[in-house]
């Protein structure tokens, strides 16, 4: 992974990082904003369909809809220390033979991947600096339904960004977050031919589940 910002990832979210997250998830399960994602793309209906999770963290929505009947996912992440948490996770719910791992920069693989029904970004464009090409790229990937989690362009989340930048600099890390526009992150995902079907805000961040015309019934 050449990029700065892709080297920064794989320093930022370690292996200590991710063993935190497996604790609370394990302990109280998704995120709020994880869980409303999940919620929305089971009222799509998820059963027999295929899953793309790009930058999975520890797993959560791969162990949450393969529980609810999905039939395979594959997890793309940049951190190595994460896929091994999502890995041991999801080998302890005996779902393991049911998820394709690969490490790297989305954009770097996305020619080598299949497309699937769902493709989710939990709170993945905020940690990537050319929102055009994630979100072009990995919309076109889906057949069915595109979920993101993403922050509110909102003054408040663009003061955040920056206070967490300002700490990131001072640590000397490359890594760094990003607010970037709501209407240009809905522009490139309707240009792949997506339709909003659900958005919801929940405090700096929102929810938001694209559908393909083709697929509404």
């Known amino acids: 992974m050449a990029c700065a910002q892709c080297q920064g990832i794989e320093g930022f979210f370690n292996r200590r990082t991710a063993e935190r997250n497996l604790r609370s998830y394990r302990k109280r399960g998704p995120d709020r904003t994880t869980r409303l994602l999940i919620g929305a793309l089971e009222a799509e209906g998820v059963v027999d369909r295929t899953l793309l999770d790009i930058g999975g963290g520890i797993g959560a929505i ?10 395979r996912a594959t997890d793309v992440d940049a951190s190595s220390a994460y896929l091994t948490a999502a890995h041991d996770e999801a ?17 770097d693989v996305a020619p080598e991947l299949a497309s699937a029904d769902i493709v989710t970004l939990d709170r993945v464009v905020c940690c990537y600096h050319d929102p055009r090409s994630l979100v072009g790229l990995s919309a076109a990937k ?8 993403y922050p509110r362009d909102t003054w408040l989340s663009h003061v955040f960004i920056a206070a967490a930048n300002t700490v990131l600099r001072l640590r000397g890390s490359p890594f760094r977050v990003f607010v970037h526009p709501t209407a240009a992150i809905d522009g490139f ?11 919801r805000n929940a405090g700096v961040w929102q929810v938001v589940v694209y559908a393909r015309p083709s697929t509404d019934n």
Not at 62 to 71: D, N
Not at 142 to 149: A, E, F, P
């Open 62 to 71: 791969q162990c949450e809809l393969l529980k609810a009947g999905a039939a």
């Open 91 to 107: 080998e302890r719910q005996g779902l393991a033979d049911r998820v394709e791992y690969r490490m790297g920069n989305f954009i």
């Open 142 to 149: 889906t057949t069915r339904l595109y979920g993101l989690v």
């Open 189 to 199: 995902a309707r240009g792949t031919g997506l339709q909003p079907r659900y958005q």
